[in-house]
């Protein structure tokens, strides 16, 4: 099992351009998130979603948009890129985070984005 | 606002010592805890996830412990290694915010030998 997949590991883009971060998971999962991570902040949510066709915003969404068409894939697009996005973004999924039986969220290895 | 704080930010023991490191939380209306470790340049691992209806959860030389009442969580780390330095983060889903989980800054922890 690959767990869960980010691409790229690294991205420069000038300000204004746009990009997708694509996040893979092979586990079967309904649940997918995605987090960036900024120096003695912690992790932020974004985006996440409960299963395919279903999205809704987590703490900081703005200049952030995301869908889910399939399981496995939850792309995470930057509309037009700012400094302020700077970040290490990372994907997390899990089976449920709900119920008596919710499950540990897995993490990817994280996509760092430098706009300058 | 509901926020999860991790003190201190670093920490720094000599290898086999008993060591605790500390969560807190500002709602008591919470739904269940993960802790996590994270190494440098990788992303988070799960180490233990409790409910809101346990007190504690083990695995290995871990146990994590959770007081709903004082707004607190520790996770203890029995005789300590060097391959434990890492940051440890826990994160806190609340009733009411379902399916959003809310991190620690986290704490660094150096073990040396």
């Known amino acids: 099992n690959a767990g869960v997949t980010q691409t790229p590991k690294f991205q420069v883009l000038k300000t204004g351009q746009s990009m997708t971060l694509q996040c893979a998971q092979d586990m079967n999962h309904e649940y997918m998130s995605w987090y960036r991570q900024d120096p003695g902040m912690g992790l932020r949510l974004i985006h996440y979603?409960?299963?395919?066709?279903?999205?809704d915003q987590g703490e900081v969404p703005n200049g952030y948009n995301v869908s889910r068409s399939t399981t496995e894939d939850f792309p995470l697009r930057l509309l037009s890129a700012a400094p302020s996005q700077t970040s290490v973004y990372f994907c997390?999924?899990?089976?449920?985070?709900?119920?008596?039986?919710?499950?540990?969220?897995?993490f990817g290895n994280g996509t760092r984005l430098t706009v300058t | 606002k509901q926020e999860v704080t991790q003190i201190p930010a670093a920490l720094s023991v000599p290898e086999g010592e008993n060591l605790v490191l500390n969560c807190s939380f500002t709602d008591s209306a919470i739904y269940n805890l993960q802790w996590f470790r994270q190494d440098p340049g990788k992303g988070l691992t799960s180490l233990l996830l409790i409910q809101s209806s346990q007190r504690e959860q083990t695995s290995g030389r871990l146990n994590a412990s959770l007081d709903k009442s004082s707004g607190r969580s520790t996770l203890y780390i029995a005789a300590s290694q060097p391959g434990d330095s890492a940051t440890y983060l826990c994160?806190?889903?609340?009733?009411?915010?379902?399916?959003?989980?809310?991190f620690g800054a986290g704490t660094r922890l150096a073990v040396h030998p």
């Open positions: 997390a999924s899990s089976y449920s985070l709900e119920g008596p039986n919710s499950s540990p969220l897995h």
């Open positions: 994160a806190a889903m609340f009733s009411g915010g379902y399916n959003k989980l809310i």
């Open positions: 979603s409960v299963g395919a066709g279903i999205t």
